[in-house]
């Protein structure tokens, strides 16, 4: 009867220690739990109000501007939808507002066309080759190689060396 008596202490000893570390457990899991809620508390407060956002897309001349969060597990988020990389979040707005108050989407900025000015006359060398005059305007199609850039002139395209020519100053 003793070992029967001393098997069951142990296993009491044993349930005891269970229901400890369980105990344990789900206290530590509701710390992390009211940390979270807290840090969530922290960044709904970093949220302005409607009216304030307001004021302030007046003032930066109609230009909205949203703060980018980030949560604890790294996930960023404007509002409540939560991505893995910047990137998902700007393709994720392509198609669904950034605005709780008005329909404003993210695109792309459009790129204007760049020309330079001739610092020298040209005369081409191989078929391919753009000629143009000391003071000409070329728009610029392709600047990918450092060397040779590609670019339309008199109705002409084609390849002519970078430097020959500079940034276009139009208030000349």
């Not at 206290?27 to 809620?37: A, D, G, L, T, W």
């Not at 302005?48 to 501007?65: A, F, L």
């Not at 753009?130 to 003071?135: A, K, M, S």
């Not at 850039?149 to 020959?164: A, D, I, L, Q, V």
Request: aromatic share 10%; charged share 35%; proline share 4%.
């Amino acid at each position: 009867m003793k070992a029967e008596s001393g098997e069951e202490e142990f296993e009491s000893e044993e349930g005891e220690k269970l229901a400890m570390e369980e105990e344990e457990q789900a206290n530590v899991e509701e710390e992390v739990k009211s940390e979270e809620e807290e840090e969530q508390a922290n960044e709904e407060e970093e949220f302005k109000s409607e009216e304030e956002e307001e004021e302030e897309e007046q003032v930066c001349n109609d230009v909205p501007h949203f703060k980018v969060l980030r949560d604890g597990t790294g996930k960023y988020f404007l509002w409540v939808v939560k991505f893995n990389s910047l990137n998902e979040l700007v393709d994720y707005h392509r198609s669904t507002s950034v605005s709780r108050n008005q329909q404003i989407f993210l695109r792309d900025i459009e790129q204007h066309p760049t020309y330079v000015q001739a610092l020298f006359d040209f005369d081409p060398q191989e078929d391919g080759e753009l000629g143009f005059c000391r003071g000409d305007f070329i728009q610029v199609l392709d600047n990918s190689d450092p060397n040779c850039w590609k670019g339309p002139c008199h109705s002409e395209t084609g390849m002519f060396p970078r430097n020959y020519v500079t940034p276009a100053n139009w208030n000349m």
